[in-house]
T-cell receptor
Framework: AQSVTQPDIHITVSEGASLELRCNYS??????LFWYVQSPGQGLQLLLK??????LVQGIKGFEAEFKRSQSSFNLRKPSVHWSDAAEYFC???????????FGQGTRLTINP | KAGVTQTPRYLIKTRGQQVTLSCSPI?????VSWYQQTPGQGLQFLFE???????NKGNFPGRFSGRQFSNSRSEMNVSTLELGDSALYLC??????????????FGPGTRLLVL
């Protein structure tokens, strides 16, 4: 069965600092991987996705993620965070055709001014 | 294109009642999936509809049901509400054209509170 682990429930970083959010997945075949962001009271917005090809993927808002098959990881990074990045971030793995997503528990990001 | 629309945005019900939530997909999207989000269980897949047929189902009791109309709009119904059904219900839509895997686009959700 597919599963996703986000080891960090809550992370606090200072504005302007770099960010890395961890995601580890378990899936028997080639995974389809996603990062979504959720602001309070809102739905989920797609940041980036990996289906195949280049293992470093670029997303919106200056985010990037690197797929590492050997480590079963898909960590999200941003070189310099902004106060508006404060939100909850979800990593997800999709089955064939990405019909069903399995989500991690989320990482809540707080930004210190 | 307009995004995914969910109505109502907020709902308060009492135990034992039933509720119907609606999701209108992005134009051209034929697949609608529903997810439940709670603080304890996180985001969990409920079911997916495509061409008016349920194609995938998560591990939820039969009180949770859904349907899809010919215009791809979907409704989900929860009967005999329990306190634990209080959650944010999200729908996600995609084209499902049969080609490469696609992104699911989420609506803003319906916040259900069961008293």
């Amino acid at each position: 069965a597919q599963s996703v682990t986000q080891p960090d429930i809550h992370i606090t970083v200072s504005e302007g600092a770099s960010l890395e959010l961890r995601c580890n997945y378990s899936y028997g075949a080639t995974p389809y991987l996603f990062w979504y962001v959720q602001s309070p009271g809102q739905g989920l917005q797609l940041l980036l996705k990996y289906f195949s090809g280049d293992t470093l993927v670029q997303g919106i808002k200056g985010f990037e993620a690197e797929f590492k098959r050997s480590q079963s990881s898909f960590n999200l990074r941003k070189p310099s965070v902004h106060w508006s990045d404060a939100a909850e971030y979800f990593c997800a793995v999709g089955d064939r055709g990405a019909q069903k997503l399995v989500f991690g528990q989320g990482t809540r990001l707080t930004i210190n001014p | 294109k307009a995004g995914v629309t969910q109505t109502p945005r907020y709902l308060i019900k009492t135990r034992g009642q039933q509720v119907t939530l609606s999701c209108s997909p992005i134009s051209g999207h034929r697949s609608v999936s529903w997810y439940q989000q709670t603080p304890g269980q996180g985001l969990q897949f409920l079911f997916e509809y495509f061409s008016e047929t349920q194609r995938n189902k998560g591990n939820f009791p039969g009180r949770f049901s859904g349907r899809q109309f010919s215009n791809s709009r979907s409704e989900m119904n929860v009967s005999t509400l329990e306190l634990g059904d209080s959650a944010l219900y999200l729908c996600a839509t995609r084209n499902a054209g049969g080609g490469p895997p696609e992104t699911q686009y989420f609506g803003p959700g319906t916040r259900l509170l069961v008293l």
